[in-house]
């Protein structure tokens, strides 16, 4: 018989569809539920804007500080580096304290940074504003996913969390339309796609501010006032809670920041020196590169919502592994050519099939997640995947030094870094490892993560479902519908768990 990662790879069609459509659950949504999503959609779009404002401005950052390639990469590795940072500290206030104030908070320290990144004189001074960037940085992904989907209904949750996601690629267009028509219309120069950047996290800061807060967190804070809890005393059990959590779901813990190793590997060496590999190997003019980035772009967003919709059938792990080999079917197309039009193409391809794996990748994780710790699991697990990866522009660059390729320049040959194979190189190395450790992991698909207790009350550590106003909702016909785990056996939470009711309904 097969192992059981691959028999539940497909989950039962029970599983993947609640009895509404898709388009009948977009019907259902309430405003709030709707103004949540393009909360958290439009936060993780200004991280993307803040983060690729150094991607593409890679070139007009060597020509002020006077340095290489590879010494400007520095700037993105230490963002990367110093992301878990803030994805800990962020993430534990949430799920602490809700989910509202945290994030305003993180996104005001993003505008102020970014206008601070503007008006930096030396390179010593950009790279220590860009490490203080990464901390508030790697708070952004696991509130936004936490605040777009845990209000949302099953049947939903893969499309929205595609959407979500695409918040990503989304942010890299509209920082590239900036680069394209903004930055060469004003003395400033490369300064004003980061001031423009700063004006959006406000926004949306404003956005956060006027969001209701999550009902998870609202039916708290009402038995909070019904029990008449302290402070003191809610603190003490969070931190009981957590250390509960990680004694369970330890391995857990381990296989998420193996996955988000590879994905992040797989998004920042596609896209973090592309602008650069399309000027110096393929010699283009900035505003072609430009142009293609766009146009890759355009692919991830459409490969995230269809990813996210089909995820909902076809299941979680089996959407990304099938999208992580269309990224290897498409490589040549995106390295061989030296024309404009196929090369625009294979970005478009590539970032169809990146992308598209990433849309599954909020769902996914606040599934798998400890549901007591949506806020901070999935973000803690993104930006240690991050730190591991961070490196991957300046191995590109590395390699580009190492690796060189010859091209007639003005009826002249000339020696240049060979970026088109260090990125194949990479790219198809890295995913033959997502498409292993995807596999090889658990699903827990359909997950009703939303009637779990929350990491402030007893029994949020064990994956016990919330009982509210004494109605019974923690009775089993209210718990998610996980399938069991190869990773979570061994590790059984109490009788009363969310997880061990899971394993019961499988059997």
């Known amino acids: 018989m097969a192992p059981y990662f691959l028999r539940n790879i497909i989950p039962r069609r029970e599983k993947s569809v609640e009895s509404r459509t898709l388009l009948q659950g977009l019907a259902s949504l309430t405003f709030t539920q709707y103004l949540q999503v393009f909360c958290g959609w439009l936060a993780w779009t200004c991280d993307s804007i ?13 020509d002020v500080f006077h340095k290489e390639t590879s010494d400007i990469t520095t700037s993105i590795t230490l963002t990367l580096l110093f992301r878990p ?20 908070v993180n996104l005001l320290l993003c505008c102020f940074l970014q206008i601070g990144s503007g008006f930096v004189q030396t390179f010593r001074q950009f790279l220590a504003v860009r490490s203080l960037f990464g901390i508030t940085m790697g708070g952004v992904w696991g509130l936004a996913a936490a605040t777009a989907l845990e209000n949302l209904p099953v049947e939903v949750r893969g499309f929205a969390s595609g959407i979500v996601q695409q918040g990503y690629a989304v ?28 004006g959006i996290s406000f926004f949306a800061a404003i956005v ?18 019904e029990k008449g809890a302290t402070t003191k005393h809610k603190t003490r059990v969070f931190f009981h809670e957590t250390k509960e959590m990680l004694k369970r ?17 797989l998004s920042h060496g596609s896209q973090d020196l592309y602008p650069t590999y399309l000027e110096d190997s393929k010699n283009f003019s900035s505003n072609q590169a430009t142009i293609a980035t766009i146009i890759g772009n355009c692919g991830a967003i459409a490969g995230g919502a269809i990813a996210g919709w089909a995820s ?6 089996l959407t990304i592994v099938i999208f992580v080999c269309l990224i290897c079917a498409f490589i040549p197309l995106w390295i061989l050519p030296s024309k404009f039009s196929p090369l625009a193409a294979g970005a478009f391809w590539i970032q169809f099939g990146v992308q598209g794996a990433w849309g599954v990748i909020p769902i996914f ?99 016990e479902a919330a009982v509210e106003d004494g109605d019974g909702a923690g009775a089993g016909a209210n718990r998610p519908e996980r399938d069991s785990s190869a990773h979570e056996k061994g590790h059984a939470s109490a009788p009363d768990s969310l997880r061990e009711e899971a394993e019961k309904q499988d059997v």
């Not at 942010?171 to 700063?198: D, H, K, M, Q």
């Not at 779901?249 to 590997?265: D, E, I, K, P, R």
């Not at 909902?312 to 792990?317: A, D, K, P, T």
């Not at 194979?421 to 790219?427: C, E, F, N, T």
Request: glycine share 10%.
């Open 365 to 463: 994780l606040s599934e798998i997640s400890p549901p007591a710790f949506r806020g901070t699991f999935p973000g803690v697990a993104y930006q240690l995947g991050n730190m591991i990866s961070s490196a991957s522009a300046q191995i590109e660059a590395t390699g580009g030094q190492n690796l060189r390729t010859t091209i007639v320049e003005n009826g002249v040959p000339t020696d240049i870094p060979d970026y088109a194979r260090v990125q194949s190189i990479l790219i198809g190395v890295v995913s033959a490892f997502v498409v292993c450790v995807t596999i090889v992991g658990p699903e827990h698909h359909g997950a009703r993560f939303e009637h779990a207790k929350t990491a402030v009350e007893e029994g949020g550590g064990a994956d």
């Open 249 to 265: 779901h330890w391995l857990l813990c381990v296989y998420a920041v193996l996955l988000m190793t590879g994905f992040n590997f």
């Open 208 to 225: 956060r501010v006027i969001t209701p807060e999550s009902e998870v967190f609202l039916r708290v804070k009402r038995l909070e006032k």
């Open 50 to 62: 803040d983060f690729f404002s150094v991607s593409l401005s890679v070139t007009a950052l060597q």
């Open 312 to 317: 909902q059938y076809l299941g979680r792990r």
């Open 85 to 104: 940072v803030g994805a800990i500290l962020f993430g534990i206030i949430s799920d602490r304290y809700g989910r509202r104030w945290p994030l305003v």
């Open 171 to 198: 942010g890299y267009l509209i920082a590239a339309v900036i680069n394209l028509r903004l930055v060469p219309a004003v003395e400033v120069g490369w300064r004003a796609l980061f001031w423009t950047a700063s």
